[in-house]
């Protein structure tokens, strides 16, 4: 079974997910069985940011004096017998409602896609080559096209 643990340090969020840990939870509920770890117990953390932070973070661990949309920080360590952390993502507030007058749904359906190229980063997967950013993009597009066709069921949260 697969869980995230959802932090964040921007109260505008809150504006556009009411309960962030049950929605982004949901989410991964509709991500393909293969994602599900179905017989191991894996977990990971998202903080929900902004700009500031994410920049910062990005200088620090990256050498890359700006914002971005999301950072992805694989550590994939063995807690327990049957217990996995995969790591960290982050994903900036700013990125994600441009622009300002996005709706709802589209803010949402913004930030489950970024969700899903964080967290195929924690598995291993990059966009550095052509090729390599082909197998993610369309492996990231598979899984968003999964969640979208449930996203009544998630919209509302």
């Keep these: 079974m697969i869980r995230v643990e959802v932090f964040d ?5 809150k ?4 309960k962030t840990s049950i929605f982004f939870n949901k989410v991964l509920s509709f991500f393909p069985e293969k994602y599900k770890f179905k017989k191991k117990n ?3 953390s998202l903080l929900l940011s902004d700009n500031k932070k994410i920049k910062e973070l990005n200088k620090k661990f990256r050498k890359k004096n700006k914002s971005t ?14 217990k ?5 993502i982050i994903i900036s507030y700013q990125f994600m409602n441009k622009p300002k007058s996005i709706n709802n749904l589209n803010f ?7 969700f899903i190229h964080g967290f195929l980063h924690l598995l291993g997967y990059d ?4 090729k390599d950013y082909i197998k993610m993009y369309n492996e990231e597009l598979k899984i968003f ?3 979208d066709r449930k996203i009544d069921k998630i919209i509302k949260i």
Aim: glycine letters at 2%; aromatic letters at 12%.
């Design 84 to 88: 996995y952390y995969l790591g960290d």
């Design 42 to 44: 894996i977990s990971f």
């Design 145 to 147: 096209e999964l969640v």
């Design 108 to 114: 949402k359906k913004k930030v489950i896609r970024i």
């Design 9 to 13: 340090d921007n109260l505008s969020w």
């Design 127 to 130: 966009h550095l080559r052509e």
């Design 15 to 18: 504006k556009k997910i009411k």
């Design 69 to 82: 949309d999301v950072l992805s920080f694989p550590l994939n360590k063995k807690i327990n017998k049957n």
